[in-house]
């Protein structure tokens, strides 16, 4: 069982859709005893997601109306086999404070071709949030594979080596 964490600024907006998603597909494929999660570089704890996110998700058949920020920190990045971030910028902010784990910290766009930031739509209208959701799930599907095989990759080095290095 591998353990995928997904990052983005405040853990209300991109990383709960991430999550949701990552998570559906992930049951698609049978791998039902797989664990996701989300926090942010900046989240205040306890805020549930943005209402939009919650309403474009539900239009997927997806529930995220449960889900409660939280603020990434090691023993969440430890925890996580892969960890899956939004932005740039989040990817090289963790992989400097966090040097020792930075083999396990990836872009979700680098999933499927080259890395870049997904737009956070905090704050904007609706079409913002459905454009987002549309770019992560187009993002997740196309990972797919990848993020399987890397996830699994740490997970079963975590598991005979105490290590995911």
């Not at 996701?36 to 997601?49: E, L």
């Not at 083999?103 to 080259?114: A, F, Q, R, V, W």
Request: one cysteine or more; a negative charge; proline letters at 4%.
């Amino acid at each position: 069982m591998a353990n995928i964490l997904v990052v983005c600024t405040a853990n209300i907006c991109r990383s709960p859709v991430g999550e949701s998603v990552i998570r559906d597909r992930l049951h698609l494929q049978g791998l039902n005893d797989w664990k996701v999660a989300s926090a942010g570089t900046w989240a205040t704890s306890g805020q549930s997601a943005s209402d939009y996110s919650i309403e474009v998700l539900a239009e997927q058949g997806l529930d995220i109306t449960n889900h409660r920020s939280q603020l990434v920190n090691r023993n969440l990045l430890e925890w996580a086999d892969l960890i899956l971030c939004l932005e740039l910028g989040h990817m090289e902010a963790l992989r400097t404070e966090f040097p020792d784990l930075a083999n396990k910290i990836y872009t979700l766009s680098e999933m499927s071709g080259p890395g870049y930031s997904v737009y956070d739509p905090y704050g904007e209208p609706r079409p913002a949030y459905e454009a987002m959701v549309t770019e992560v799930t187009k993002l997740v599907e196309n990972g797919l594979n990848r993020i399987v095989a890397l996830a699994q990759n740490k997970e079963e080095k975590r598991r005979n080596t105490g290590s995911g290095d």
